[in-house]
């Protein structure tokens, strides 16, 4: 299976230790993992902006998940999906990367539930969605 963690997601995964945390090291072992620049960038920015993370150690958590992620230049849709440009970023990440699934905790990618037979799921849903693939 291919996912895409949204930022949110990959955020909760390394500030704390639960769902989020559980479900990456999960995926890492058992997934292919895609995400994009805009993804990579957006992280960095928010840990070192509201969870004033240093500049090295948010290089750092880059670097461990350039290990286990692929990196996809997302193609531009050919409308808005959402209403927030930034949450069509990662739509257009999950298409580009040919994925199965979005996780995320965006209420509005949420609601989505699926586009382009990409499903959007939260943390939680995740491992039961899993096994009915």
Known sequence: ?????????????????????????????????????????????????????????????????????????????DAPVCRDKDDDNIIAVAISGGCDCVITGDKDLLLLQRVSGIDSLGPKDCLEYEFTL
């Not at 805009?38 to 090295?56: A, D, M, S, V």
């Open 1 to 77: 299976m291919r996912v895409v963690f949204d930022t949110n997601v990959l955020i909760a995964a390394f500030i704390a230790r639960g769902v989020c945390s559980d479900l990456l090291e999960h995926c890492v072992r058992r997934h292919e993992l895609v995400t994009s620049e805009f993804i990579l960038n957006e992280f960095r920015e928010k840990l070192t902006g509201k969870f004033k993370f240093t500049p090295e150690e948010a290089e750092a958590a880059v670097a461990l998940l350039l290990t286990r992620m692929l990196i996809v230049e997302p193609t531009s849709l």
